[in-house]
């Protein structure tokens, strides 16, 4: 195996298949009915991590105004391209930018700000997390909600390990093109709680040649959120909710 590059980054196949692979992915489903049920009517809504727009764009062709802040441009220039093909009452009410959810300050508040999709997980717990939290309770109007979707810890640490040459996913791309993706490498560190993956992408041509491959390392933090987040002044206001049996959503609530 050749070099191993992040996931997201610029040129990454991460990237580029996002949204084919996240939406072949029955473990998300229902999560933007989920989003949409905590966010109140006519309020705000700011997703950290927006990635591609997925929900950000979501929600807004519900009638949310959305912010949607995410640090890959690789990923928001995605999104913008999704959004130029929206209605324009959808485009006017969604805002792009570039940001780290872990150091932001928008000087303005919402009514519900979410962290789908394992976002938080991508960055160490400890510092990053409580930033994040103290970043959602700065951007929360009095009584509003903050939804995190984090991965299972017990279901992560306790992951088989991978079998190197067999596909966990194979995709028809059309006219005979293949996307084909393997877990080359798997590891858990305990105490830290990290769990590190290096996916390899791999693109097969009509001939089924490799036309192209890639391999790249997705790693996840986990902890009990409910501490850290306290720490910002966000109390847990529901027992948190399983989705697709992999993660489970905390929902806290920003106090007085
Ligand atoms: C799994 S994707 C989720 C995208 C989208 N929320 C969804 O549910 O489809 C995680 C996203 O978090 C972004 N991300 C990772 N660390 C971040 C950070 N510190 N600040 C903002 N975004 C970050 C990544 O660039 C990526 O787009």
Redesign the pocket.
Same mark, same amino acid.
């Given at each position: 195996m050749g070099k191993v590059t992040p996931y997201?980054a610029p040129g990454s196949l991460s990237a580029v298949f996002?949204d084919r692979i996240?939406n072949a992915d029955g473990k998300?489903l229902g999560?933007e009915d989920l989003y949409a049920d905590l966010a109140p009517t006519g309020g705000d809504v700011l997703?950290? %991590?927006?990635? &591609?727009g997925?929900?950000t764009i979501g929600l807004a062709r519900r009638g949310f105004a959305v912010c949607g802040?995410?640090?890959?441009p690789v990923?928001l220039a995605q999104a913008e391209a999704h959004l130029a093909r929206e209605a324009p009452e959808v485009r006017g009410r969604v805002e792009l930018r570039q %940001?780290?959810? &872990?150091a932001l300050n928008l000087k303005r508040t919402f009514g519900l700000v979410i962290c789908?999709?394992?976002?938080l997980a991508?960055?160490p717990t400890g510092a990053a997390w409580r930033n994040t939290f103290a970043v959602a309770a700065r951007h929360l109007s009095d009584g509003g909600l903050a939804a995190f979707h984090l991965p299972k810890l017990a279901l992560m640490q306790g992951l088989e390990p991978p079998d190197p040459r067999r596909p966990v996913l194979d995709q028809h791309l059309g006219e005979g093109r293949a996307l084909l993706l393997f877990v080359k490498e798997r590891s858990f560190k305990p105490g830290v709680n990290r769990l590190e993956q290096v996916i390899e992408y791999v693109l097969a041509d009509e001939t089924g040649r490799i036309a192209h491959r890639s391999a790249e390392r997705l790693t996840y933090y986990m902890t009990d959120p409910a501490p850290l987040a306290a720490a910002a002044g966000l109390v847990l206001d529901r027992p948190p909710i399983d989705l697709g049996g992999v993660g489970d959503i905390y929902v806290f609530r920003k106090g007085p």
């Open positions: 997201y996002y996240t998300l999560d997703e950290l %991590g927006a990635g &591609t997925r929900l802040v995410d640090i890959s990923m %940001g780290d959810m &872990t789908p999709f394992f976002t991508h960055v």
